[in-house]
């Protein structure tokens, strides 16, 4: 019902390159400031970037800084998160999900809404 959908993962060699989207079902995903997560094997869900909901400001967690870029499509209904030299570390299952602010700010991850079923990111050689 209310859900975005990630697409786009898949297995990349390190220091490739893969565009990840994210696009709402059943809302209307330019209202909301739209995050990025990642969760690797073994370890705990983390955020990755953010974009607020007019795209004018992002962030992005120090380890992929330089060589992530989130952005919003130019109709405002998809997210994009361009992965860059991709790096063995960066394998993860990644998912998107909604904020209950415009702009990018720390939230409890409760507080985040219509999260998708993720998308596998493999980098391996």
């Known amino acids: 019902q209310l859900q975005l959908v990630e697409s786009g993962g898949g297995l990349v060699q390190p220091g490739g390159s893969l565009r990840l989207s994210c696009a709402a079902s059943?809302?209307?995903?330019?209202?909301?400031?739209i995050g990025w997560f990642r969760q690797a094997p073994g370890k705990e869900r983390e955020g990755v970037s953010c974009?607020?909901?007019?795209?004018?400001?992002?962030n992005y967690t120090d380890s992929v800084k330089g060589r992530f870029t989130v952005s919003r499509g130019n109709a405002g209904d998809m997210v994009f998160l361009q992965m860059n030299s991709l790096k063995s570390e960066d394998t993860a299952v990644y998912y998107c999900?909604?904020?209950?602010?415009?702009?990018?700010?720390?939230?409890?991850?409760?507080?985040?809404?219509?999260w998708g079923q993720g998308t596998q990111v493999t980098v391996s050689s």
């Open positions: 974009i607020s909901s007019s795209g004018g400001s992002t």
């Open positions: 999900a909604a904020s209950p602010f415009s702009t990018c700010r720390p939230v409890p991850p409760s507080w985040w809404r219509f």
């Open positions: 059943g809302f209307t995903v330019e209202y909301y400031a």
